[in-house]
Nanobody
Framework: QVQLVESGGGLVQAGGPLRLSCAAS????????RGWFRQTPEKEREFVAA????????VYANSVKGRFTISRDVAKNTVYLQMNSLKPEDTAVYYC?????????????????WGQGTQVTVSS
């Protein structure tokens, strides 16, 4: 079983930065891609970014491209989401996810493990 624990959420003013972390433990697959999703009460879970564990190839949603950066620390089994130039519409619960396989999924249904989520609130 894989456990994912997010941290780093909070309240930030529009235009500011915030960095989320997601630490994995348990039986993680050495090539497991990781992703970040977000969800609000009004919307379905939305893809934000993903990264391959081998090679660090990244994929971003158009809405965050150029503002968010996903990265990973293989030794710490941790993935990060650096969020810059935050906007009120970025407000959501952010979830970390891990998938089996080596492709980089962008749909929530393709991920097998999920964290509990961390709230990000951007004030205007």
């Amino acid at each position: 079983q894989v456990q994912l624990v997010e941290s780093g959420g909070g309240l930030v003013q529009a235009g500011g930065p915030l960095r989320l972390s997601c630490a994995a433990s348990g039986r993680t697959f050495s090539d497991s891609p990781r992703g970040w999703f977000r969800q609000t009460p009004e919307k379905e879970r939305e893809f934000v970014a993903a990264i391959s564990w081998v090679g660090g190839r990244t994929v971003y949603a158009n809405s965050v491209k150029g503002r968010f950066t996903i990265s990973r620390d293989v030794a710490k089994n941790t993935v990060y989401l650096q969020m810059n130039s935050l906007k009120p519409e970025d407000t959501a619960v952010y979830y970390c996810a891990a998938a089996r396989g080596i492709s980089i999924p962008t749909r929530a249904g393709e991920y097998d493990y999920w964290g509990q989520g961390t709230q990000v609130t951007v004030s205007s």
